[in-house]
């Protein structure tokens, strides 16, 4: 069945514009921080763990975003 598909072409993200995202720590009751709960996993944000927020202000854990848009560049086209 894989012959049939063809080429398989990559629609994630590089990799040198995923590190450009910013990073930093989730800090409970901080004012711009006001999602509680990463929406790739649906777990919690612990406190001082290291989450990436993307240009439409959406929050995640770095490990679940990086490698959602290592896959798929779709959810960071739906919110820009």
């Known amino acids: 069945m894989a012959d049939n ?19 930093h720590n989730y800090i409970p009751g901080a ?6 709960d990463c929406s790739v996993c649906m777990s919690s944000f612990s406190d001082g763990e290291n989450i990436k927020t993307l240009p439409c202000c959406h929050m995640y854990h770095t490990n679940c975003i990086d490698t959602w848009l290592t896959v798929s560049i779709y959810l960071l086209l739906v919110y820009i």
């Open 31 to 36: 004012i711009q921080q006001q999602q509680a």
């Open 5 to 23: 598909l063809g080429n398989a072409v990559s629609t994630g993200l590089k990799e040198e514009d995923i590190r450009a995202l910013p990073v």
